[in-house]
Structure formats: structure tokens, C-alpha cells
């Protein structure tokens, strides 16, 4: 978030004594830790200057609450800030630097750099025998397991061009499936995944074992380093191709998927993933071109010559209301679509009728015509006028 200068000499030094206030070490690994390197004549001190990533895999670390975070990150933006480079006379902050330090001072006084209380957020995944058996920890702070371990080796899985929707969902169903059974089975037991990639079958033969043992009570069932879905309900969950809600469906005249009728049209597959009878696609082939506009025009103002507040629109006109109102009321129906299990159950309850019998609502006001009370003129006395 705040940027320097890689020609600054004080960039790494700042970030050293930034880390060093952000990040509080646990005292137990830290004892561990340098009793261990005590053995090899090395100082934490020299650790956390060249062998920081090292360190960080075996001490835990925690960021603490914003009462005490904040003045001392306060005094590190303080104290570093103004100081210049030997060679370029420049501050180490800029302007705008200061600015992005305001927001980031903010955010702490508001506690959303501080670690949730009560909440662990490291997990042993192994031991390093290498270095006299210490814990090595895996944190779950932050998002870069997620672009990391997830993002970053799904493109090289996906094939890149000539393929069909089939093949590119298969690809990304089989993608996640592996991913699942070794990241997950290593961070939930510290071991390597053992086996074949083919759940379906062992989730049949533990159903199996299961039968046996109702049987004969003294066999046991095989465990599974997952769970059997089989033994489950399914999911809603959507993996992929979303399908199209009910409510764009209706809005936009669109008819819904029948199975055995519609998938066999041209992009079928694609049809019965979006729920339609004839796949949802943007306006790509020479024939959507040619009926797009004129096609358009003509149903709209055929369909508006009996309407009293409604008018004739040119082809332009329709094409600027598309890349323009319609293209943002899109996105809002896509995000209220992608976010209705939250926002109806919120709603309904902030619109429930019972909410006004915990309100104490006040009563009508009565009307009161406008009085002046001062800067009334006298008019003169007639008599006087006279």
C-alpha cells in the first residue's frame, strides 16, 4: 500500500522496523527458536535480517489490538517519514506517501489490521527435523494462498483454445477436485495425500463397509481423509456455469431448459447449465449482428405504437441506452442475483411488520397557520391623514 523508492537507502530498513511493530512474535517459539540457533552460533537478530521467511515458518506471530498497535506504528511512520536519502536528499515519504500513511493510520485505529480475538489463525503442518525439530506453521492471514495456491496454477490446467464448454468445465471440475484432496488433506493433517483421485469409487466401497459393520459389529469402516458426499444432501452450490435466475428468465422472455427436447440443439450442454432452452451467449455470430439493430428498432417501435408514454427510438438510440443505463442496470441485476440469499433475508426482516411494535412513533403534528411576530408596518390613523 505505501510506496517507495527502491532507490531510497532507508526503504528496507523502514519495512524491517514496520514488520518488526506490525507483527508481534509468540514468545514460546521464539524461545524455541533461539535455543535452537544458540547451537548453531547464529542471533535471531541475524534471522530477521537475512532469514526472515525462514523464521516466520516456525514462530507464530500476532497482530495485536488497535489501542496497542496504533501508537507505535504512529511513531514508525513518524520518525522514518521525513528522514532523507544521503545521496538524493529526498524524504522518504512523499506527499501522496503521506496521505495513503493517513488512511493505513486509520484502519488500525479502527481495528482492521488487529488479528480477530479468539480466533487461531496458524495451524502446525509438520515438524523441521532439519533444524532440531521445530513446528512449522502455516498462517492464514491474508489472501496470498488463495492467488498462490489456487489462482496462479489454474491457468496452466485450463486448455487454452479449440476446446468446447464441456471439455473446459471438465477440465475445472477435475482441477478442483485434486486441489481439494491434497491442499486440503495436508492442511487439515499435516500429511501428503495417499491414493487414487477416483472419490467415487472409495466413497462406494466405505458405503459397503458401512452395510458389513451394521452387521458385524466388530468391523470397521475404512476412515476417509474427506467427506462422503454420498452419505449427504447435495449441495446448491454451483461450480462453473452459473445457472440463469428464475426472475431474468421471466424479465427477459426467456424460456427454461426441457430436458431431453433442448439438449440437443446447438450448445445444448451450455443450455442445460444456464437452465435455458437455447444457450445465453453475447452477441457474437454474423447473424446476431445483422438482426441485432435493425431487428430491434423494428420490434420496439411496433411494439410502442399503442403506448401514450412511450416513443419511436433509432437504432442509435437503442445502442447508447445499451452501453450505457442498460449495461449498469445489468450489473446491478447480476450482483442483487449473486447476492440474494443475503440481501432477501436481510431485507424481509428490516421490512417485517413487527419492527413498529418495539418503536415508539410519535403522534400527529398539528397544523399551525404562519404567524409573523415582529417588523409588523402600522398603517396611518385615517384622521391623522386628514
Not at 552460533?41 to 498497535?69: C, G, N, S
Not at 426472475?247 to 426467456?254: D, F, H, K, R, T
Amino acid at each position: 500500500m505505501i510506496y517507495i523508492s527502491r532507490m531510497h537507502a532507508l526503504r528496507i530498513p523502514f519495512s524491517q522496523v514496520l514488520c518488526d511493530a506490525i507483527f508481534i512474535p509468540h514468545p514460546e517459539d521464539k524461545r524455541r527458536v533461539c535455543d535452537w540457533l544458540r547451537t548453531k552460533d547464529l542471533t535471531w537478530d541475524f534471522m530477521l535480517q537475512y532469514k526472515a521467511r525462514w523464521l516466520w515458518l516456525h514462530v507464530r506471530h500476532t497482530i495485536p489490538p488497535p489501542e496497542l498497535l496504533y501508537p507505535i506504528v504512529h511513531e514508525v511512520f513518524q520518525k522514518y517519514g521525513p528522514l532523507k536519502d544521503a545521496k538524493t536528499n529526498l524524504p522518504l515519504f512523499t506527499a501522496s506517501t503521506w496521505k495513503t500513511v493517513k488512511n493505513i493510520l486509520d484502519l488500525i485505529r479502527n481495528g482492521y489490521l488487529s488479528d480477530p480475538p479468539g480466533i487461531s489463525l496458524f495451524s502446525c503442518i509438520g515438524l523441521d527435523y532439519q533444524a532440531g525439530a521445530l513446528r512449522i506453521w502455516r498462517c492464514i492471514r491474508g489472501t496470498n494462498m488463495t492467488e498462490g495456491g489456487t489462482h496462479t496454477h489454474l491457468r496452466p490446467r485450463m486448455p487454452s483454445q479449440g476446446t468446447s464448454i464441456r471439455h473446459m468445465v471438465a477440465s475445472l471440475l477435475d482441477f478442483v477436485l485434486v486441489h481439494n484432496l491434497h491442499v486440503g488433506t495436508f492442511n487439515s493433517s499435516g500429511k501428503k495425500f495417499c491414493g487414487h483421485d477416483y472419490i467415487w469409487l472409495t466413497n462406494e466401497i466405505q458405503e459397503l463397509e458401512i452395510t458389513i459393520a451394521n452387521h458385524y459389529p466388530e468391523f470397521e469402516p475404512s476412515p476417509l481423509t474427506w467427506v462422503n458426499g454420498n452419505l449427504y444432501q447435495p449441495t446448491n452450490e454451483v461450480l462453473g456455469v452459473l445457472p440463469l435466475p428464475s426472475s431474468v428468465l421471466e424479465m427477459a422472455g426467456i424460456q427454461p431448459f426441457v430436458p431431453g427436447l433442448d439438449n440437443k440443439k446447438k450448445q445444448g450442454f451450455l443450455a442445460q447449465l444456464q437452465g435455458t432452452r437455447k444457450a445465453v451467449l453475447p452477441v457474437h455470430t454474423v447473424q446476431d449482428w445483422t438482426e441485432l439493430s435493425p431487428g430491434a428498432v423494428k420490434i420496439w417501435n411496433r411494439h410502442v405504437e399503442t403506448m401514450p408514454d412511450a416513443y419511436y427510438k433509432l437504432t442509435e438510440q437503442l445502442l447508447q441506452y445499451a452501453h450505457g443505463d442498460w449495461e449498469r442496470n445489468g450489473n446491478l441485476r447480476q450482483s442483487l442475483s449473486l447476492a440474494f440469499d443475503v440481501t432477501d433475508s436481510i431485507k424481509k426482516k428490516t421490512r417485517d411488520a413487527k419492527c413498529s411494535d418495539f418503536v415508539t412513533h410519535p403522534v400527529e403534528a398539528p397544523l399551525h397557520p404562519h404567524q409573523v411576530t415582529q417588523g409588523f408596518i402600522e398603517l396611518p390613523d385615517d384622521s391623522t391623514a386628514r
